[in-house]
């Protein structure tokens, strides 16, 4: 079995080649929660509907998020009502959301109903949220502190960033499924998924790093030279005190990674990579990444 850490692109790219090689039931993803939220009355968790909808089979692989050729009815509906419905959320994505949050209501944890909406969809990869406490990423702008979605939805990134905040009113802990799909791998592959909003709040539960220690873990990096492939991860590194590029990335995770892949265009040295073209923009991409990935053998193999 393979286990993923993911976010809501980068990763989810690479599990798409993933099951060029593997059936689905082999394959584990440990998805990031931190960027969950209410709205409209509905519970949305960006990084596991894209993965539920990956495994379905109805992703829109344009923008990576929402399901293709969706509608959105009561989105336009919403706003012209005056709703403040910053995401633009489709017809049958709302529905997901609509029945999140009616099992969450009924006392579900988010991994019981993430299990139970898989399984509705007919999904045999398990989709695993890193906690079911609440965890979420804030930013702290010049003019006050908003939820990462806001800023990078609603406000398009476009607006300095002072400080990421991880807040939840409890410590959060990886969930039993979590540590035993890391225990049970056969590698643990972070995929290039942005540092600090999608791979860190899952690093940051209780057991993670204890157990990807005892696990042979590939990470792929989401940086050629000072730029992402996509997205705002390096304004985010910044408000991190970090240098946006490979060499950081690797050192958030050197601690229990075996091998670091980065890019063959990367300019930016990492003692020890693996080089190799990252660039997933077709599933033949992915596939051929996957593969590599798949290739390589534990030091103590
Ligand atoms: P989010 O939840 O939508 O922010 O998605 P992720 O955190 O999973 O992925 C975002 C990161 O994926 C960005 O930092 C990109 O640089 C990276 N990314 C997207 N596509 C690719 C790709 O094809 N190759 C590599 N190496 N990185 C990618």
């Not at 002072?162 to 807040?167: A, G």
């Not at 799909?181 to 790093?209: F, K, M, Q, W, Y």
């Not at 005190?241 to 300019?267: A, N």
Request: glycine fraction near 8%; proline fraction near 6%.
């Amino acid at each position: 079995m393979i286990t993923f850490l993911s976010g809501g692109t980068g990763t989810p790219k690479l599990v798409r080649g993933a099951r060029e090689h593997l059936p689905d039931e082999n394959i584990s993803v440990v998805v990031n929660t931190a960027e969950d939220l209410w709205i409209s009355g509905n519970h949305l968790s960006p990084d596991i509907d894209t993965l539920m909808y990956l495994f379905s089979g109805q992703l829109d692989t344009g923008t990576w998020w929402g399901i293709s050729g969706d509608s959105f009815l009561t989105h336009q509906e919403l706003v012209r009502l005056g709703v403040d419905e910053y995401i633009g959320i489709g017809d049958q994505d709302r529905a997901v959301h609509i029945a999140r949050g009616e099992l969450l209501r009924k006392g579900y944890s988010l991994t019981r109903a993430t299990k139970e909406l898989c399984s509705r969809m007919g999904i045999r990869a398990a989709i695993l949220p890193m906690t079911d406490e609440t965890v979420t990423t804030l930013i702290r702008t010049p003019d006050g502190v908003i939820h990462y979605q806001e800023y990078w939805v609603k406000h398009r990134g476009n607006l300095p960033i002072e400080e990421v905040i991880r807040y939840s009113p409890t410590r959060p802990s990886a969930t039993a499924e979590v540590l035993s799909a890391i225990h049970e791998a056969d590698r643990v592959v972070i995929g290039p998924s942005n540092p600090v909003t999608s791979i860190l709040p899952i690093l940051e539960c209780d057991g993670i790093i204890p157990a990807l220690m005892d696990t042979f873990v590939i990470a792929v990096s989401p940086f050629i030279g000072e730029s992402p492939v996509s997205g705002p991860a390096a304004e985010l590194m910044k408000a991190r005190g970090l240098t946006p590029d490979s060499r950081s990335t690797w050192l958030l995770y050197k601690e229990f990674c075996d091998i670091f892949v980065q890019d063959i265009r990367d300019p930016v040295a990492v003692p020890g990579s693996l080089r190799y073209d990252t660039l997933m923009t077709d599933t033949r991409k992915s596939a051929a990444l996957a593969a590599m990935l798949f290739d390589q053998r534990s030091r103590v193999d």
